[in-house]
């Protein structure tokens, strides 16, 4: 059974602050992830792919991955409230299919 | 703007009577997927097309059917509703080209079983 583990949270940081969440994945061979953001009774949103191990930035997002260590993390710098959410962390599981964890909630608190 | 479209945002059924969500999307993608998502919960893929290839989940209840008309069109069936189908409804799609990428989403249609 293909699984995507996510401590459920929520975790809790200042405005301003570096919020880290993380995420672990069973399928050594997932080559593909990614991280959605979802409000409260809304659809998932597409934040960051990340395909390759290292370090992957945009704006105040930067993506990490670990294959490793099978860890994919995510950093949202400079914390605002409106980034308060769910984060749902996803992997390729073949055949065009992607497995999502139950997700971390965020809370920024102003 | 390319979108992928939930119709309707909120359906309320009666217990065992059968509901149509619909799905269509403007992005010409060759997959599209339909995903149940409870509260709290990761969203558990049903089914997926890709072109008109259907695959279906080992666990998804024979309750729930699928068709695709076509390329922009997508329907999720529900024959008999069950308490336990009250969930949000997500369709999403993903153009496949080299490997995996990412899948576009609805804004989902909430089912609600009286």
């Known amino acids: 059974q293909k699984e995507v583990e996510q401590n459920s949270g929520p975790l809790s940081v200042p405005e301003g602050a570096i919020a880290s969440l993380n995420c672990t994945y069973s399928?050594?061979?997932?080559?593909?992830f990614f991280w959605y953001r979802q409000y409260s009774g809304k659809s998932p949103e597409l934040i960051m792919s990340i395909y390759s191990n290292g370090d992957k930035e945009d704006g105040r997002f930067t993506a990490q991955l670990n294959k490793a260590s099978q860890y994919v993390s995510l950093l949202i710098r400079d914390s605002q409230p409106s980034d308060s959410a769910t984060y749902l962390c996803a992997a390729e599981a073949g055949g065009f299919k992607t497995i999502f964890g139950a997700g971390t909630r965020l809370f920024v608190k102003a | 703007d390319a979108m992928v479209i939930q119709n309707p945002r909120y359906q309320v059924t009666q217990f065992g009577k059968p509901v149509t969500l619909s799905c269509s999307q403007t992005l010409n993608h060759n997959v599209m997927y339909w995903y149940q998502q409870k509260s709290s919960q990761a969203p558990k893929l049903l089914f997926h097309?890709?072109?008109?290839?259907?695959?279906n989940e080992a666990d998804t209840p024979d309750n729930f059917q699928s068709r695709r008309p076509n390329t922009s069109f997508c329907f999720l069936d529900i024959r008999s509703p069950g308490l336990g189908d009250a969930a949000m409804y997500l369709c999403a799609t993903s153009r496949p080209s080299s490997g995996n990428q990412p899948q576009h989403f609805g804004d989902g249609t909430r089912l609600s079983i009286l």
């Open positions: 097309y890709y072109d008109k290839d259907f695959n």
């Open positions: 399928d050594r061979g997932s080559q593909s």
